[in-house]
């Protein structure tokens, strides 16, 4: 419930923000709420996404929690006491207990992992709210040239850059 409240805080922050930059700029409010429809919309498919890829996780981690009580069923199941072992004090009780605070600290764990997960991919990239990012219109993994965006004097390398050295020619040598 408050997960949905918050999602329909966001979007209305966002038609607000959008009318409120069409009246501004004087842009036609049509295309900048479609704008924002297509973004919201890219936002909700992005969410239902995450949700199936996490949903494998999670039944993984219901799973194996509980595979302990299987364990102790199907040994009394098969006439052992398990039961008993555990609760009869010494080394069964320890494993035991090992057992529980174990269980529950690998609960959490995998608990914080599916929310970290979920919420770093729920967070809002520049490419979502419409803002243009840095490198922009350029491949993954290419780098900007050291002068864009700066100004560099004639016969200066730029910077990060070494100077070429000038081709000096010896007098008697062929190809100089």
């Given at each position: 419930?408050?997960?949905?409240?918050?999602?329909?805080?966001?979007?209305?922050?966002?038609?607000?923000?959008?009318?409120?930059?069409?009246?501004?700029?004087?842009?036609?409010?049509?295309?900048?709420?479609?704008?924002?429809?297509?973004?919201?919309?890219?936002?909700?498919?992005?969410?239902?996404?995450?949700?199936?890829?996490?949903?494998?996780?999670?039944?993984?981690?219901?799973?194996?929690?509980?595979?302990?009580?299987?364990?102790?069923?199907?040994?009394?199941?098969?006439?052992?006491?398990?039961?008993?072992?555990?609760?009869?004090?010494?080394?069964?009780?320890?494993?035991?207990?090992?057992?529980?605070?174990?269980?529950v600290a690998g609960r959490r764990w995998t608990a914080a992992l599916l929310t970290r997960a979920a919420r770093g991919a729920a967070a809002p990239t520049r490419a979502r709210t419409g803002v243009p990012r840095r490198g922009a219109g350029r491949r993954a993994g290419e780098r900007r040239p050291a002068t864009e965006g700066h100004p560099v004097p004639e016969g200066r390398p730029a910077p990060g850059r070494r100077p070429v050295p000038e081709r000096r020619t010896v007098p008697g040598r062929a190809g100089g």
């Open positions: 419930m408050a997960r949905e409240r918050l999602r329909l805080v966001e979007r209305t922050a966002a038609v607000v923000a959008a009318a409120q930059t069409a009246h501004e700029l004087g842009a036609p409010l049509v295309g900048v709420l479609e704008r924002v429809t297509e973004s919201l919309a890219a936002d909700a498919a992005e969410r239902d996404d995450v949700e199936a890829a996490l949903a494998g996780p999670r039944a993984t981690a219901r799973v194996l929690g509980w595979l302990p009580l299987l364990g102790v069923a199907l040994g009394t199941v098969l006439g052992a006491d398990p039961v008993g072992v555990l609760l009869g004090g010494g080394l069964g009780t320890t494993a035991g207990v090992a057992g529980v605070l174990l269980l």
